[in-house]
């Protein structure tokens, strides 16, 4: 049994490391895509990445570590392995199967490389998802662990110290008695909140084949594995070959559509009122642009508009840059017809006519000294009817 202040004692116990990367050479190599922090991607093979970030394989001679926002690997996809989730204190969701915890573990099955955790790595152990599980995850209790369990077909909550979770029960130290709970009465597990500090660094998401994700920081790259330092556990490894992505946040990059506006004007005259949207057009679809060749591009990023709309965001960090693929999007089935304008500091410095049937325009602007960057869409030749225009990937970027 697992007594609480000894788990804590053992949480207490454990430190963070800086971002490192340690020179390696890599036996099974593979193609990777690398997307870099100007928009554009490199496809090749890693061998090697130095202390400084330096990256040595096929393709990346010329590219550093610190300006990749995201690694795609050609690996299969795949269904998770089970119906039961791991949350993560970092965020991330392993999908598993047969957790067991006994001691300081958490052993499953799983497809992702791994099969095991630190138990202090661990938010929550999840059977069945519910609004109250939910809750719970959120807002995590500061002096017990919590069960979510059902009795009666109804929902409740047991506050105690959890001990350990075998094939059949999990059990639960509750008013100084040691006591166990049949599995099937069990939605969740929530752990105690220790407010553990994160690693320091750049924060990544690595996301696996059956749809998993694992969060923290990337302290090295060896034998093909990724090794992440995650709160509240030790040093994990990723093989390369068990991962579909890995996201890198970046204080070089900073995707708009992350931001809060410091203000919004939005008015139609003929159209239908609709306001903007982050991450998808403005009817709520995936940004997709066309071009006259007969191309189609879809955005994971970027602002959906119409016309008139005006949002401003704040140039907090002093980027130097604007980058941004602007056209119509491809639900209004080529109609359109607007004007595209970006003032920086109430000044116009770019101005563009945007038209459904023609091609999207790619967006690059010296916004140095720039403090607050408006994006304004001016209805055209058709009043404001399918004026659905898409700021994609609009992003921030620092290039010094």
């Not at 697992?2 to 971002?19: A, E, N, V």
């Not at 791994?114 to 059977?127: A, D, K, M, T």
């Not at 403005?282 to 191309?295: A, K, V």
């Not at 607007?338 to 945007?354: P, T």
Request: glycine letters at 8%; charged letters at 25%.
């Amino acid at each position: 049994m697992m007594s609480y202040p000894f788990q804590k004692l053992i949480l207490r116990s454990i430190c963070f490391s800086y971002l490192f990367l340690i020179a390696v050479t890599v036996e099974a190599r593979q193609d990777v895509i690398a997307s870099i922090v100007d928009g554009t991607k490199v496809t090749g093979q890693i061998e090697s990445i130095d202390m400084e970030g330096k990256i040595s394989g096929d393709g990346f001679a010329e590219v550093n570590f610190a300006d990749i926002v995201a690694l795609q690997f050609a690996n299969q996809k795949s269904t998770p392995s089970g119906t039961i989730q791991l949350h993560t204190l970092a965020g991330g969701v392993v999908n598993v199967d047969q957790p067991i915890v006994e001691g300081d573990q958490v052993e499953f099955q799983s497809k992702i490389g791994i099969q095991s955790l630190p138990f202090q790595s661990i938010r929550g152990i999840v059977w069945k998802q519910s609004e109250m599980v939910d809750n719970l995850l959120k807002k995590p209790s500061k002096e017990f662990d919590r069960i979510c369990v059902v009795s009666n077909d109804k929902e409740g909550v047991l506050d105690g110290i959890f001990e350990k979770i075998t094939a059949t029960h999990v059990h639960v130290e509750y008013a100084g008695k040691s006591r166990k709970i049949l599995l099937e009465k069990v939605n969740a597990v929530v752990t105690a909140d220790l407010d553990l500090r994160k690693p320091t660094g750049s924060l990544a998401t690595l996301t696996a084949v059956d749809g998993s994700t694992l969060l923290g920081v990337i302290s090295a790259y060896r034998d093909g594995a990724w090794r992440l330092e995650s709160a509240g556990s030790d040093t994990l490894e990723i093989p390369s070959e068990y991962l579909t992505q890995i996201s890198i946040e970046s204080d070089r990059l900073q995707f708009l559509s992350d931001l809060e506006p410091i203000s919004v004007e939005q008015k139609t005259t003929f159209a239908l009122q609709r306001s903007w949207q982050r991450d998808k057009s403005i009817e709520n679809n995936p940004i997709t642009l066309l071009w006259s060749d007969g191309r189609s591009k879809q955005f994971n990023k970027g602002i959906g508009t119409q016309a008139y709309s005006r949002i401003e965001f704040e140039n907090r960090k002093g980027f130097d840059k604007f980058s941004a693929t602007v056209g119509i999007d491809r639900e209004t089935e080529s109609r359109g017809d607007c004007r595209a304008v970006v003032l920086g500091d109430g000044i116009e410095i770019w101005s563009e006519r945007i038209s459904g049937t023609e091609d999207p325009k790619e967006l690059e602007l010296d916004i140095s000294g720039v403090q607050k960057l408006s994006l304004v869409v001016y209805p055209g030749e058709a009043f404001d009817l399918g004026d659905h225009l898409n700021w994609a990937n609009a992003r921030f970027i620092k290039t010094r």
